[in-house]
């Protein structure tokens, strides 16, 4: 398998994408998730979800790694698309779901937030080198 020492892959995208860290979390309101990649352009994370209940479109997130004391909040973004990643069957009516968003009008501050939080939640590239890229994780 090859090895990945910067980006997860040559990005087709305008912002490259990078695995993040063990423990960074997204909240959007109601939903905690796993982040498990980010850029500039946006988020894949999963998380899970009881599947009778309706899913509301998001518009806002909240970024976090509570290890290092680290958050932003009220990231301004649109849902891409959503995959579960298990059967429904997983637990009942609950799954793992997959969901890509896309950061939307973000002043410039918050893009400087945003970069700065990214650069503290990527392993560096040592720790890098053992991972290995998800297989869909198409965000923007």
Not at 75 to 99: H, M, Y
Not at 101 to 126: G, N, T
Request: hydrophobic share 35%; aromatic share 8%; net charge negative.
């Amino acid at each position: 398998m090859p090895t990945i020492t910067g980006p997860i892959s040559k990005e087709r995208r305008a912002h490259e994408r990078y695995h993040v860290k063990e423990k960074v979390m997204l909240y959007n309101g109601t939903t905690f998730a796993e982040v498990l990649n980010i850029s500039t352009g946006g988020v894949l994370c999963r998380f899970l979800i009881d599947t009778k209940n309706p899913l509301y479109p998001v518009h806002t997130i909240d970024l976090i790694d509570a290890p290092k004391k680290l958050f932003i909040q009220n990231i301004s973004c649109i849902d891409l698309n959503w995959q579960d990643t298990e059967p429904c069957t997983l637990f009942g009516s609950t799954a793992l779901r997959d969901c890509r968003l896309q950061f939307s009008a973000l002043s410039a501050d918050k893009h400087s937030e945003l970069s700065d939080f990214i650069q503290q939640v990527i392993p560096s590239p040592s720790s890098q080198s053992n991972s290995q890229a998800p297989a869909n994780d198409i965000i923007a």
